[in-house]
Every structure is written in C-alpha cells, then in structure tokens.
C-alpha cells in the first residue's frame, strides 16, 4: 500500500512515524517532507496541486493525508475528488471554516455555537471607531491563514490601535490581515480537540494543551506552538459534556445543513470559563504539536481510522491510558528571524523519541532549516513523570541558538 502525506513538519512526520509502526509494510511518500521524513520514507518535490494529483495518478497512491491547510483551502480535496483519488482532508467550502475566521464566525453564530463576542472589519477608520467603545484587554485575529501566528491579545487602546494600522494598512501579514475580527477576551484556560469526521459523524480523540507563546508563563509573541500535553490536566467530564453538547453537536447540525460533511480532521479550539466551553476557532488538519502528542497514546491503528472515514465506516477509537509531553526545540529569534543550518547534536541517543519538525539531513547528521526544529515528545503515567522524562531529553539535544519553553506542562 502507498501514502503520500502533504506537508513539511513535525505534524507530518508524526503522522508517517504512527502509520510505519502500526503498518510496517506501506510505503510512505511525502510532500516535501523533512530530513525527519526521509528516514521513513520518500521526500517529492511537488508544491503545486496539479504537480501532487498527477504524482498520486502515475504512483497509484491509495491514501493522501493533507497536512497543509493552505493547500486544504485553493481546494486540494475537490480536485483529487474529481479523480476519484482518495484523500483525507475537507473539501474547499469545509476548509474555508479555517480559511476564513469571519466566515467561520458566522457559522458560529448561525448555529448557536458558543463563542466570543465579536465584530469584523475590512477598514481601518471604522476598526478604530469601534475601538473606542471596548473594553481590554481584547482579541485582535486576522481572518485569514497565518501559521498560527494571527491571534493577538491586545492590552490597551495605542496596543490595539497600532495592531489596527500593522493589519489593515502595512499588510504586516498579507492577505491574511485584509479582514480582521476584534472579540472580548475571554479569561480561562484554552483546550484543543482534534477531532476525526467520517462524512456522517464526528469523532472526538483526546483532549490537549498547546502553549502558543514562546516565552516561559506565556509571554511574548503567538507561534506555531512551542510544545504541548495531552490529555489536558483541566479537561473534566462536566466540560467535556458541555463541549459535546453545546460546541460539537450544534457544529455536525451545522455542517450537514449547509451540506459541508467531509472526511478528515476538525479540530476545535476551545476556551474553558468556569466549565463552559467557548469555541475560539476551527482548524481543519491535524494541530502542530498537538498532533505529534496525541498519536504516541493511540493504541488504534491510525491509518484504519483514516481509512474508516475516507469510506464512511464507524470509528472506535483505543487509548493508552498515560500522559504524553511533547517540548519544541526552536530557533534564536524565532518566531520571527532566525538563522539555519545550524548542526544539531544528540539525536543519535537512542533512548530519546523526536520527531523532526524543521531539519535537513544530510548523511547520518541533521541540519536545522526552520523555526521550530525538532520535537522531543515523551509518555509516562503521571504528567509530572512525561515533563520529567521530556525535559531529560531535551538536555541531551542541543544546536547553535537552540531556545525552549521550560514550563511545558505546567498548569
């Protein structure tokens, strides 16, 4: 059997490093794939949709996981939908509730999903008018894609006004910035679940907590996410019935009346006050690192799930009953510049479990090429042992500039 996974990161080396263990026998093909994902499979240099159905044609690929959101959103699905290719992932119209944060606001509010209140704005005389009225601290987003790195928490009116102006005049992110949502703050604790859709049903995995600042006690700018746990500490029974009741529930009505079902991933963000949950936003792929933190708990063979839902079957879904860490080695500067190519030392311990989040390799050494570089992820039966074991790890690795959160996993 073969698998083409879409996407770069240590999202998608997770992903090839569970399917390996659990099917020993496929053979994995990645697109671009790192110096991580080399070592399991075949790297391709193919970008363009076109260039990745018509490698998925001539190689007779029987599954293609989409890591990429931005390739989810121009729409990657319908094409190989159109060539009857079999594809994990939502089709264009479901990815836009990622794509589009207004739009996905809008869903929210039609369907009763419980969520933040909010405003969105294209201009920005009116955004600031309005920024007269609020209250702060508040949430300034960009609709838009941006790495996850469009979520600002805004402190005072000049921190909002000047975030405004960036946004909507600068264009200090793209086209992500063109549109732009300003919503109240909500103080509580944040919980992802990614979530597994079979066309017809959806089915939750296990809770966790991803830490989006990079600094220690979560300061400084948003990232990618600079390290995570699972199952979230903070996530009780009452709050996950709440989530079922009031957040996934009214989100499945939603998506078969506006006929948006699909088979992939949906993954929601949620924010707990006092055990009421408030969805912040969809994503609409596997999280990064909330994936690479999961997948060592699932006892269940992932490319069966996959394979379940691409055709619509019921899904069961097996846990081990442990606690995994996962910590993000990063990059000086990141996340905004930061230099490359940068050795890094200490991956040949054996007893260290990574994944490869943004290095080349090149003979048996690795390289850095990215902003969050390798992910040290580790299990035990108690948080406090996975963090311990983890940040063991972690002490054992090492690269010029290499910089990390030391309060993973303390909540």
């Known amino acids: 059997m073969k698998v083409l996974i879409i996407g770069n990161g240590g999202r998608e080396h997770a992903i090839g490093i569970k399917i390996k263990k659990d099917n020993p026998h496929v053979d994995l093909f990645f697109a671009l794939g790192n110096g991580g994902t080399a070592s399991i499979g075949k790297n391709i240099d193919i970008r363009s949709i076109d260039e990745i159905v018509h490698f998925a044609m001539v190689e007779n690929i029987d599954i293609t996981i989409v890591g990429s959101e931005t390739l989810l959103v121009e729409g990657i699905v319908d094409k190989f939908n159109e060539h009857h290719l079999k594809i994990f992932g939502p089709h264009k119209a479901a990815a836009m509730l990622e794509g589009d944060k207004a739009f996905a606001k809008i869903f929210m509010k039609e369907f009763g999903i419980r969520t933040a209140n909010y405003d969105a704005f294209t201009d920005v005389e009116e955004a600031l008018r309005f920024l007269n009225n609020q209250k702060f601290p508040l949430v300034i987003k960009a609709t838009g894609l941006a790495a996850g790195k469009g979520v600002f928490i805004i402190k005072d009116f000049q921190e909002a006004t000047k975030c405004v102006i960036e946004l909507l005049s600068d264009y200090t992110l793209g086209d992500a910035g063109n549109e732009i949502i300003i919503e109240e703050f909500l103080q509580g604790f944040e919980v992802s679940i990614l979530s597994v859709c079979n066309n017809n049903k959806i089915y939750p995995l296990i809770s966790a907590k991803d830490h989006k600042k990079i600094f220690d006690n979560d300061q400084g700018p948003n990232t990618g996410g600079m390290g995570a746990v699972a199952p979230n500490p903070l996530y009780s029974d009452i709050i996950q019935q709440d989530f079922e009741d009031n957040i996934l529930a ?24 006092n055990n009421i949950c408030y969805l912040l936003e969809y994503n609409m792929r596997m999280g990064d690192p909330e994936t690479q933190t999961i997948l060592p708990l699932l006892k269940s063979n992932f490319l069966d799930t996959i394979k379940h839902a691409i055709s619509g079957d019921e899904i069961y879904l097996d846990w081990d009953n442990h606690t995994s860490c996962c910590v993000v080695l990063a990059s000086k500067g990141y996340p905004y510049s930061y230099e490359t190519n940068k050795e890094i030392m ?15 390799k090149v003979g048996n050494d690795y390289f850095t090429s990215g902003g969050r570089v390798v992910n040290i992820i580790e299990t035990g039966d108690t948080l406090i042992e996975a963090r311990t074991k983890a940040y063991n790890a972690v002490n054992k690795v090492n690269f010029e500039g290499v910089y990390f959160r030391s309060d993973i996993g303390v909540i």
Do not use: C, H, Q
Not at 254 to 271: A, T
Not at 346 to 360: H, K, S
């Open 250 to 273: 009214p989100t499945l009505r939603g998506l078969k009346e506006r006929r948006l079902l699909f088979s992939g991933v949906i993954f929601f963000g949620l924010m707990v006050v």
């Open 346 to 360: 200490g991956l040949n311990n054996t007893d260290i479990n990574y994944v490869i989040a943004g290095a080349n």
